[in-house]
């Protein structure tokens, strides 16, 4: 009640929810206070959590924040939503993202625009904009985004709050609405390190319903908290610390690797050269990816159809031009024409082989580094407006998180300090595939 009560007063300006599931949420709550009145105790009984709009909730409307899924109700939970039920956990409400999860600012929503807490007229960051903004606001106590080139790590940068992008396969993605497949993933968005290993215990782990989930054994994400950095090897790329950094960011992140220094870390600067064919193969993979996954919304199954059409063909073709918004048009135009006969070669297998070249690359350097430390972003957040019009700088944006992405790689964004006007600042750390308790390890040290 606390916490619906907060979210009537504070939503208000911060947009942050498309959906607040009130009468679910006090019935689980009630169930909650139950259980422990049984004894039957989780860490998570009664921690209520918002879930990005792209995770099935059953009997919960799950929009992507899209015309073209303004009505759709699943008649089932994602896998991460069962297990978070399991555990106890509360579900307060769905939140606002950029359609499809395409963008990095949050403004391609359909429904409304998330507002940064930290500045009003600000973006919260994207796409997973409104699960950052409610943990950051206090309208939640953590959160499920997305991730499929930073969706989850850069809105918690831009709202100094904690996001975690799991390794390719340790958390099931069965309810997840694809976008880019081989790309996505879901991973906590919490307000400490300590919450983000508690939430990510309770998800991880394989699912036979997800033809992609990694049959390995999870671990205690929580036992490595606390233990010492000294002797840990990290290394700075400098791609990431060089031109377009905001100079702020770039002096957090040095900093950042001066206390890691003084607690004994050893800190070397190495080059990761492939970074440059990161942005466009992952532009290139992910709108090819995400032409093929969102052919399944013709106004046949589900969600919006077109009213006024003169036969099938019409149908299908109102329906698309209607239902979807114009970035997930370009995203669709740009991947159907680079997986066309005559292109394919020329863009999709190249973007191809320079993701083998990017993660081998990544497979190298955690030959001689425990943990790869960068900034999330490469500036703090922009004012609402000011990017949307403009593609490219949008997709810019993204320089520092899609290479973890393409190679499939665990990462975790911190908070690490302020701009002058105030705006938070992320640090990034990586680790090798399925070293979650390294990054949360050295998270915890700098928290
Ligand atoms: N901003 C990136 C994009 O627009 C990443 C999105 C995401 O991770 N879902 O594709």
Known sequence: NALLDRIDEKDKSIEGYITVAKEDALNSAKLADESIKNGGISPLTGVCASVKDNICTDKILTTCASKMLYNFVPPYDATVVKKLKAQGSVIIGKTNMDEFAMGSSTETSYFKKTKNPHDLAKVPGGSSGGSAAVVAADEAIFALGSDTGGSIRQPSAFCGVVGLKPTYGLVSRFGLVAFASSLDQIGPITKNVTDSAVVLNAIAGYDKMDSTSADEKTDDYTKSLGESVKGLKIGIPKEYIGEGIQ???KDAIMNAAKVYESMGAEIFEFSLPMTKYA?????????????????????VKYGYRAEN???????????????FGSEVKRRIMLGTYALSAGYYDAYYKKAQQARTLIRNSFAEAFDKFDVILT??????AFEIGKNITDPITMYLNDICTVSVNIAGLPAISIPCGYDKTNMPIGLQLIAKPFAENTLFKTAYAFE
């Open 247 to 249: 100079k702020e960011v």
């Open 279 to 299: 942005l466009p193969a992952y532009y290139i993979m992910s709108s090819a990816e995400a032409s093929s996954n969102l052919a399944r919304f013709d106004g």
């Open 309 to 323: 059409y003169t036969d099938l063909t019409d149908m299908y073709l109102k329906t698309r031009s209607e239902g």
């Open 375 to 380: 900034p999330t972003t490469p500036t703090t």
